[in-house]
């Protein structure tokens, strides 16, 4: 099973970022290889607008997510699970 990675894209996280994070998103999963292990995907509204942008990877919702800091999240909690699942392997 691939390991879920949900940004919210309802009007008001888009608005705050989310639509320059998806762009950042993809890229970081190309420039990875990840689509293997990873099912990313758009979900209108996660229901937390007041703390968007939201992401959620796996079971862990992520909320004020700054462009400046997407890669970092990415590096320590999305590809701590895909080494993971690689080890599971």
């Known amino acids: 099973m691939k390991i879920k990675l949900i940004l919210c894209m309802g009007s008001s996280c888009y ?3 989310n639509e320059d994070n998806l ?3 993809n890229r970081y999963l190309e420039d990875n290889n990840l689509s ?3 099912d990313f995907r758009g979900q209108l509204c996660c229901g937390d607008c007041q703390h968007g942008p939201v992401l959620h990877i ?3 919702k992520i ?3 700054d462009s400046s800091s997407i890669t970092k999240i990415l590096d320590e909690s999305l590809m701590k699970l895909v080494k993971q699942r690689v080890d599971k392997k």
């Open 63 to 65: 909320v004020d997510l």
């Open 23 to 25: 762009d950042l998103i």
């Open 36 to 38: 293997e292990y990873v």
């Open 58 to 60: 796996a079971d862990e």
């Open 15 to 17: 608005a705050r970022g």
